[in-house]
Structure formats: C-alpha cells, structure tokens
C-alpha cells in the first residue's frame, strides 16, 4: 500500500486526485474497520488510518473517510479548543481547499465561507495568493495550509493574508518544516526536478522551511501564536488522533 500511494502522490496530477480519491476511498475504507484511532475531522473510527507521503509514506496518516491528515486533525482540535471559530457566520476566504474541510466549513459559514485557488477543481474563486482578489480588512479567519512552500514570494502572500484580513482576526498557516535547521532554504538555482525534490521535498517546493518560519510569517505584522502539540495534548490524545507530536501550529493574529 506504501509504494502504491507513493506512485500515485508522485505521478497523478494534484487536481486530478482530488476528484478521484474520495470515490476510491469508499470502497478502500471498508477494510480499516475498528476503533483503534479516531479522526477529530469527521469523528470516524478505523483500525488505523492509511499511509501517506511522497518519498517515505508515513504509516497511520490519512483517514479514509474524509481524508485528513495530522495537520487537519490538529487545526480541527486547535478551533474548537481556542478559538470561537465554530460560532456560524464568520466570514472565512479557504485557499487551496483541503476536501476534509469543505463540507462542514461551508455548512457553518455558508456564504461566508469563500474557497480561492489558481488550479484546485474544489476552489469557487481563481485566485493568486500574490495579490488575493479581496478588499482590506474583509476576513475574520483565513485558511491557507502547505501553499507558502509553493509560491514565488512567500513574504508577499503572508502580507496579503494580512491586508484582508479584520482587526482582531486570525489565519492558520501551516506549511512543512524541517526543525533541526535553522533558517529557511532556498536555491532558485536548483532546476531539476530530482534535485528539487531532493531539496525541498518535492519537486513542485519553492523551499524547505527552518525554525525559522514563526519568525518568517512575523515579518508581515502579524502576531504569531505557536501551538505545540507535545506541550499541549497528551500521549493518549496523540496517539488516538494520530498527530505529528513534532508539529508546531502557527495562528497569526492581526
């Protein structure tokens, strides 16, 4: 199964995927039946969750019902234990939207809740995370996960996530990083796609972010508050929900 989905993350474009996989998955679900782990997302219990990853597929990763990953069961735990993200109403712009999410989000929010991507089939809005498409101070929560490696100008969109977010509002802004470095990679230099991979991690990755990535976000004005998940969850709740205890969760309030 490892080496399966590891050709498929390499080989089927990325739109393509998201089309396909939750059909794929309601037939492939029905063999992971248990209670073993749980998925804060969509509350489903399995024997355990599939793996998942490009290069080195992690074992337990993706719920095969509505397809999250650790860092979408994190942010899921992260809104309803310290934000008032759940209230209905909010006015939410989603970039690159995650499937795990949509449905509940959209149901929450309803037409507050805005999707903007330049390529995703799940985005309403085209839009460039450069020189996002909306007034200043029009958001009261922004959504923007594992896009900042990808883009030309990371800075520039952390500002524009900014610009139109409200006073007092918030953006999760997760993105791969590599803690045991300290600053942030980068080398336009490296052309080939192996070597970029290599590099970065994948081929499609502008760079390979540091420790240095708190810091980074904090260079648009923005307040960075870092939620680590083995501080503040324990090892049952860890293992259950099957989180990266490594990972660090970014909240850049304005």
């Not at 989905?5 to 080989?11: E, G, K, Y």
């Not at 719920?63 to 999250?68: D, E, R, T, V």
């Not at 996002?132 to 990371?154: A, S, W």
């Amino acid at each position: 199964m490892k080496k399966i989905i590891s050709w498929v993350l390499r080989n089927i474009p990325r739109p393509v995927l998201q089309l396909i996989t939750p059909v794929v998955m309601f037939f492939v679900r029905i063999f992971y039946t248990g209670n073993k782990v749980e998925c804060t997302v969509c509350s489903s219990t399995y024997s355990s969750f599939l793996p998942y990853g490009r290069l080195t597929p992690r074992q337990n990763a993706l719920c095969p019902n509505c397809l999250s990953l650790e860092r979408h069961r994190l942010i899921i735990l992260y809104l309803k234990n310290k934000t008032d993200f759940f209230t209905p109403g909010k006015q939410v712009l989603h970039i690159a939207p995650e499937h795990c999410f949509l449905k509940s989000f959209e149901a929450l929010h309803k037409d507050g809740y805005i999707t903007g991507d330049l390529y995703s089939p799940l985005a309403k809005v085209k839009m460039d995370v450069h020189a996002i498409p909306f007034p200043d101070n029009k958001f009261d929560v922004v959504f923007c996960n594992h896009v900042l490696e990808h883009v030309t100008d990371d800075r520039l969109a952390v500002r524009e996530i900014r610009r139109v977010l409200k006073p007092g509002g918030f953006a999760i802004l997760q993105s791969p990083a590599d803690y045991r470095v300290e600053k942030t990679y980068e080398d336009p230099s490296i052309t080939d796609p192996l070597e970029r991979e290599k590099a970065f991690g994948q081929n499609d990755h502008m760079r390979l972010f540091g420790r240095d990535y708190g810091q980074r976000l904090g260079e648009s004005g923005l307040r960075i508050d870092q939620y680590e998940v083995a501080k503040e969850l324990s090892k049952e709740q860890i293992e259950r929900y099957r989180l990266d205890k490594g990972e660090i969760l970014y909240c850049c309030v304005k």
